[in-house]
């Protein structure tokens, strides 16, 4: 298939990658040269390079990719001068995988539907590990046809493909599921150093939380306390994982989308607020589970 | 075996009720004097009533149980004038099934130990359901040797029992779990608000959670959603269940205990005042699910 | 002085009509035309319309006021295809009273000033009751001359014109104030209802406090308890007043400025969610101070 | 008068000091030899050492001074084996000026009333330099006609003798107070950094604040931005005045209260996990107003 990809990051350029071993054909467009001059070398003839978004139409792709950092960029690749719905669309098939707040995504379908486009809201949950392995989870908003119809497409870049309902519920299940990570993670960080501080011993105490009412994926998969669980970026010094700045900006697409919708959410805004304090005292590169750090002595 | 049973509230008489089923003799106390006939009729000959918790020592019992509303109650009975360590029990086992601080279940075993009688710090979680199955979970701090040798004793009472370490750690584990299961719950609850009221629906949204990073025991297993799932409180008017004011009883011994151990506990503490303004406004007797009514418009 | 107004609504119109009353001439605009015909009406020759915010230019007017909801009027209003700076402003004072965000209050500074026109933002606060008095308070940004330069006119509209800096600081010094109000108000809800809870008179701890550290003008000009000051809200049903869907709309800017400054606040964000709740239970018409609702009970 | 004083610390030794200064002979007891020696000594005949709590009632005092550091210390002095009550308090006048919870302090007035003692609660404000200049604030609760009584006596250790109530209501009145103190403190600091981080300057911000609804006591009289006023602890390193840990245990005995009073305080129970978090990183000592710290990059 013959296919747009617009936004070669750290996410992008794997998923990229992906699409090329799975046998498409690639047009890509970056803002930074070098992105899109190494991904067009990885593709030896099967990658070229496009000059804007909308000149990615002009190749002739049935379908265009997005990957990109932010709402702000979202609207400029899609509704900006040179953006992709400048061009005819007629027809296309548009999937933009970028985390943004669900009104965003639902203003760019919209434009896009008035285009006669077919627009899906695909954002992934997995990180860079699962970008690169080919196992991320889409959560897939628009027409379940078109998903339907594009389920092989993006299985060649994930493992679950979800379909969440109408176009922006994909990011509305993303915003949903990692607030309650983001609170979570945070409950569980309180919790294991309470009870450490009271004298448990770490392990012991997720052993019974792990079988208990307070289990939750942050404590039996991905525990923020060092030494209870193996290959957890808390035993390795809290490298690599997702970032405590992503989930920051989660939170904050989270607590934006609450306010637009009018909904109280006291855990998710606080959560936001204590990566906020925990990003300030220069701890955003950290992974997301070091937030145990605000809990514990130096 | 002879067993002093003390404290036959909606926990604490089922519990009794399992341990005469099991073949054992009670002599048992409680200040409310009908509960104490209720008992000692339904044991047929193999209860009888004691008129304070010092004169269960003279039965010539081996192990006394007890379970009590609050810290002060426990304190009462364990310190107090014609209280059981007033009495001789030297060699006498202590089972302290009440969930307190445990600062205070520190300071009962110790006046204890001074007294050369054996304590276990054993408090459960359940609910009524669980006593009267006898399937609660017992959560036991203190010797373990004491804690191996009344295993099977406790199992008379419960399924899971739990050994936390030494004395005042099984109400540690318990506060920890009870603490995050607290978090978990409204952060599931704002989750699910936001999610449904941005246009997803409640089971598929609760689906997507319960396989990706936000699963918990919260949303697995006893979503606050109506509908979502069924046989839980949501789905039956939040009737039965975990009660609000329960609830907010154990965020008030977690937040304590965090204060007295000088460690912050920011989510568990708005926990705390989610649960307590819910509370004030009427809904103390509702399960603690319920809390999702704060997030939803009447 | 020939001016431009647009922006009609319980705030802007007793604002135009004091500008009417010192004088000067006014041309016009708002979307709902009943608004710009009471105006026009009232003007009795001094007022007319104009079609479109652009055409307010053909006008010759000197300075143009603008009085809208938020920020996307604003920028439409603005930035629009018949908005303002789609006309001839060279040498025109835009003055913005519209209260937004600080981001978006430069984005539109900026673009003026590409234009060649003279730009502050200039929020008040004071409420529909100052606007009629002609007693508001103006927070300005801008160049510092040009806010010397218009003080006059602005005292035909307000008491106090107070300079706060560069562009965009007008409105940074109002959203710093009402997070800062927002969260006092709160907390002396708080400390009343704990304090009368525990037995004391409202208006004895209500003098304590005016007189101690925790004096501040919620509790001194402005408290929430019904019966401690004569002639405020809490003295009359919380009709009138500042509505708190107002003080929810503030602190959303504030904490959406925080987010983008990368700054952590708290108790601001807290704040917001405790609004939010009393909105969703429908009590958003009603004057801020009625928060204490939340804290006694029904 | 012949005067009992109990609790010779910090504060307690400079009170003693000023009663000495007035004229009034004293029977001094504290848990530490040597501050018993100082005051002794200092007393140059007119102040001598009693052995116990209970020992001072037999040098005929007409009234006890307490000033201890919490409710615990509280308890044993008046209610243990050797404390006050334990003598013959007959119409003796009980004083105790820690600060406590309400309940506490009820809890011994109680004790004291049923032993005919006469007992007022009159907990303090103004630190160590109040109570060396004998400028402190006195917050009395009891009888009236007894606070009347004891109006002059007090006044030879501050300036300002407030009556708040029946007995506990001076805690009530303190607790209160104070949290409104270290809420409106935590919401000064944000809305300081907030504004300086968006651009504003501080003095103009804070000049801004203070004229309007914004104003607060931690705003005009204790700003927590360094440089904005001269001769408070944010001028001089946030040495001196109020200490974090001594808000934060204010903050524990308002949440205290708060939870047996079954009142929610989100923003006080809020403030107290932002002090607990400060303090956790080593900044106990530090003057209250460094709580800015948290929300200013280093």
Known sequence: MKIGFIGLGNMGA???RN????GHELTVFDVVQSNVDALVAHGAGKAKAATTPAAILKEGVEVIVTMLPAAQHVKSV?????????????GVILIDSSTIDPMSAREVAKAAAA?????????VSGGTGGAEAGT???????????YAQMQSLLQAMGKNIVYCGAAGNGQVAKVANNMLLGISMIGTAEAMALGVSLGMDAKVLAGIINTSSGRCWSSDTYNPYPGVLENVPASRGYTGGFGSDLMLKDLGLATEAAKLAKQPVPLGSLAQQVYQTFSLQGNGG???????????KK
């Not at 509704?79 to 005819?88: F, K, M, V």
């Not at 285009?115 to 954002?123: G, T």
């Open 115 to 123: 285009k006669k486009a077919l627009m899906l809201d695909a954002p």
């Open 14 to 16: 794997p998923m990229a």
């Open 286 to 296: 950290l992974d997301f589970s070091a937030i145990i750090k605000l809990f514990t």
């Open 78 to 90: 899609y509704l900006g001068n040179d953006g992709i719905l400048s061009g005819n669309v007629d």
């Open 19 to 22: 699409l090329l071993k799975a």
């Open 136 to 146: 991320l989870t889409f959560m897939v908003g628009g027409e379940e046809g078109l």
